[in-house]
């Protein structure tokens, strides 16, 4: 394994993302403990030292899971990850108002929510701290002065209880821009130390990431990579882009372009992945124990092989939709099967009108009212309802 140094830590260059573990068949997001359990012991043995948990993941098990597993190991051994839904946060006229997960029991502060993780995570702080989510329909929870989430969690990592405080963000260029300065000049002495973003080859372009991370480098802060791989949309490419790849380079796998893409990025301090099963994980610290960077040739490549990819709805399956949606419509799988749909490949579609044939009426998009409030959920800003509608509308015509 790879490390980099982390101000004075040593972290692995792959960290275990702990969102889309092994899960029980037909049982929503349940964790199949057994499993993942492997995976999880697998990658500690082998040199991962940063595990990213997150308080919405596998619907709230994931800390709690992860918790468990690390727990058998040294407190000092490991570097644990976690952060605030303030996505699903809302403070007005004094009061909050929690959506999706966090509905049920909606009378919580930010403080005691902190409280609940550490306890479901067993530890008594965190090595790595975030605001989870930045993005334009977060903003003015992040930011309200009333509450002062910053400020709350700033007092934490003086008391110990967190060790480095950062945030992800999934939003446009110019609002991650506005959200550093803010953060600069309403806490002058400092407050991130890291920044988490999705960046992969294909959002270099697509979600402008590669702007993002100048952005974030410029502001000298280190970069974590989520959905390195896109949500597994990069680990396997249609077959004229797997056959460029291949004819490069014919023993690599095609995850392993994506990792490698992110090793020609000197900012780039940990990659998270999400690994859901045992090849996963040791094809990927295999990738990770060498430093084997694209070169400029290979770039090019890369910018070639995902052509075909750019006119898709760029979902990576996180599920944080269907925390909210009231017709409990799945709706990644509606919209990789509208993927599959716009390709044109006569057999897919067949395939796609038997599925659909197959599925209940209630499970099916044109079940979708309309109401828009998975789209506000959505990292990527997909226009959901749309895409349920125009997805009816495309299976009608066939
Ligand atoms: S707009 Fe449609 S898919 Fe979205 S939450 Fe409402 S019913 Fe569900
Ligand atoms: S539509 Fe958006 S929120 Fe839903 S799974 Fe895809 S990326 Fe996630």
């Known amino acids: 394994m790879l490390y980099k140094s982390f101000q004075n830590l040593k972290l692995s260059t792959l960290g275990m993302g702990n969102m889309r573990l092994p899960k029980v068949e037909g049982q929503g ?15 500690y043995d082998n ?3 940063y595990f990213d948990t997150a308080y919405r ?25 976690t952060k605030m839904p ?15 997960l966090l509905a049920a029991n909606p009378s919580r502060s930010p403080a005691e929510l902190f409280e609940e993780q550490l306890e479901k995570c067993r530890v ?8 989870h989510c930045v993005c334009e329909s977060a903003w003015d929870f992040y ?18 209880r967190i060790r480095h405080l950062g945030f992800s963000a999934h939003c446009r260029v110019d609002t991650l821009d506005k959200f550093i300065k803010w953060s600069k000049s309403r806490f002058p002495n400092g407050c991130f130390d890291f920044a988490q973003i999705q960046l992969n080859y294909m959002d270099w372009v697509l979600q402008e990431a590669g702007k993002k991370y100048d952005i974030i480098t410029g502001h000298g802060l280190p970069v974590m990579v989520m959905e390195p791989c896109r949500g597994g949309r990069l680990a396997s490419l249609p077959p004229e882009a797997e056959s460029l790849l291949k004819k490069a380079r014919p023993y690599d796998s095609i995850p392993s372009w994506a990792f490698r893409f992110l090793q020609s990025l000197p900012n780039v301090q940990v990659v998270l992945s999400g690994m859901s099963t045992m090849e996963q994980i040791k094809e990927n610290i295999a990738v990770f124990s060498k430093n084997d960077p694209v070169t400029p040739d290979e770039r090019e490549l890369l910018d070639e092989a995902i052509k075909p990819l750019l006119n898709l709805v760029p979902c990576t ?4 939709c269907c925390e909210v949606c009231p017709q409990n419509l799945d709706i ?4 990789s099967m509208y993927n599959e749909a716009k390709q044109k490949d006569p057999f897919a579609l067949m395939v796609l009108n038997f599925t659909f044939g197959a599925m209940k009426k209630e499970e099916l998009p044109s079940s979708c009212i309309g109401c828009g409030a998975c789209a506000k959920q959505c990292p990527q800003e997909i226009d959901i309802p749309g895409i349920m509608q125009k997805f009816t509308e495309l299976m009608e015509k066939k």
């Open 29 to 43: 997001e349940k964790i199949d403990e057994a499993k993942a359990r492997e995976i999880i012991e697998y990658a």
């Open 86 to 100: 303030g996505q699903m946060m809302e403070y007005k006229n004094g009061k909050y108002n929690f959506t999706g």
């Open 317 to 320: 399956a996180c599920r944080y």
């Open 332 to 335: 990644p799988k509606l919209i």
């Open 47 to 49: 040199g991962v030292n």
């Open 124 to 131: 008594d702080y965190f090595d790595f701290y975030l605001l």
């Open 57 to 81: 993941y596998h619907a709230g098990e994931s800390e709690t899971f992860t918790g468990k597993i690390l727990s058998q190991y040294p407190r000092n051994s490991f570097y644990l990850a």
């Open 143 to 160: 930011t309200n002065e009333e509450i002062n989430v910053v400020g709350f969690l700033l007092e934490q990592k003086k008391k110990g």
